[in-house]
């Protein structure tokens, strides 16, 4: 079969987030393949990409995920909520044998991946990386970038600040498919919670400086935890926009620019402590859902040309070298601010 060597399958090709994932590849110089399950809608897609080639396929129909994947060299999968798409998608790049990445933010579907594929990946000798997004993905590299040359902690935190959270469609039904489904890491143990979120503050870095936070489940205590050496892993974030993802009345984002990124702005500040020192690494930038795009393209770039350090299902941190990765996203996605240490 001949692959075209920069086509890359982007599964749920017409959503918000493969928007910006197909545009980030592109500019990357990779040819999208634009992957859908509604012809319409991938036509109308298509028209933003002049020349991108569309495939029709359901995850329902595994010959046609085939034909969609035939000529990639690699396939995003953006189709959520994952617990429908991820398996068959994942079948799929394996009989094909090419890279699979994918933007989950379900702690449930990110663990399964780890355990239905772990060992069929690594025999193929083929990169399944989950959650290589926002969440899972950038809390997974910082957290790596914290630790540095630590071979474990005593415990890490990642605390989120967002100034607001303006859920698309795809959060919401994912949301909603989740609820009651959390887990939290502790003991060295990924466990349904004891009891309702933690509360407390949270000292980011200036300008934010001490916000009240919320205990929260997202896919990096699965990422995190597949393999660093940390008993405790703590997921935090600050309020406002915990409030507007409960609120049903909380309007989908909006572009505020040309690039089509809203003007919502995130920090996502780790800490890892161990025996008394303490290790930060922190991100900031705007719109959570845009910079998931240049988070996958940058691991699809350093997948086809060969920097992912190993095969098998694998989390962006241990896929790359984290300070590296981080570096090569900012200033222009983010701003990466990197580790300092310090006594506590
Ligand atoms: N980890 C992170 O940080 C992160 C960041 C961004 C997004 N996400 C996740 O990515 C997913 C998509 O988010 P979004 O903002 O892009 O939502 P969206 O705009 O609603 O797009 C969802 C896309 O997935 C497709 N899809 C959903 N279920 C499908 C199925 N069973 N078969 C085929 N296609 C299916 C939809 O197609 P139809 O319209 O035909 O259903 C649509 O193209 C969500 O699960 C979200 O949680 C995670």
Redesign the pocket.
């Known amino acids: 079969m001949n692959r075209h060597h920069k086509g890359v399958a982007v599964?749920?090709?017409?959503?918000?987030?493969?928007?910006f994932v197909v545009a980030e590849l592109r500019r990357r110089g990779f040819a999208p393949l634009l992957v859908?399950?509604?012809a319409t809608?991938l036509r109308s897609a298509a028209l933003a990409h002049p020349g991108t080639e569309t495939h029709v396929a359901?995850?329902a129909d595994p010959a046609s995920l085939d034909r969609a994947l035939s000529l990639a060299a690699a396939v995003v999968n953006?189709?959520?909520?994952?617990a429908?798409?991820a398996a068959p998608v994942i079948d799929a790049a394996l009989r094909a044998g090419i890279p699979y990445l994918d933007?989950?933010?379900?702690q449930a579907v990110v663990l399964e991946t780890f355990e239905r594929y772990g060992r069929r990946a690594r025999e193929a000798g083929v990169v399944v990386a989950p959650?290589t997004?926002?969440?899972?993905?950038?809390g997974d590299l910082l957290a790596c970038a914290a630790m540095g040359d630590w071979p474990d902690a005593d415990d890490l935190t990642i605390a989120f600040a967002l100034d607001s959270w303006l859920?698309?469609?795809?959060?919401r039904?994912?949301?909603r498919r989740n609820a009651g489904r959390h887990l939290v890491f502790t003991g060295n143990r990924l466990v349904p919670p004891a009891g309702p979120p933690a509360t407390g503050t949270w000292s980011f870095p200036p300008p934010l400086g001490v916000q009240e936070v919320t205990g929260l489940s997202?896919?990096d205590q699965v990422t995190v935890s597949r393999h660093l050496r940390v008993p405790e892993i703590r997921v935090r974030m600050n309020r406002a926009p915990l409030r507007d993802l409960g609120d049903p009345a909380t309007p989908p984002p909006t572009a505020a620019d040309g690039s089509g990124r809203s003007a919502q702005t995130f920090v996502v500040d780790v800490v890892a402590r161990r025996a008394g020192a303490e290790r930060r690494a922190t991100a900031s930038g705007r719109d959570?859902?845009a910079v998931?795009a240049p988070l996958v393209g940058e691991a699809v770039e350093r997948i086809l040309d060969g920097r992912a350090r190993r095969t098998g299902v694998a989390t962006a941190g241990e896929l790359f070298d984290a300070p590296d990765f981080l570096r090569a996203l900012a200033p222009a996605h983010l701003t990466y601010t990197a580790p300092g240490e310090h006594r506590h």
């Open positions: 599964v749920g090709a017409y959503g918000h987030t493969a928007a859908g399950r509604d809608r359901s995850v953006c189709a959520g909520p994952f429908d798409t933007v989950a933010a379900e959650a997004a926002f969440y899972g993905g950038l859920p698309t469609r795809g959060t039904e994912t949301v997202t896919a959570i859902y998931t």
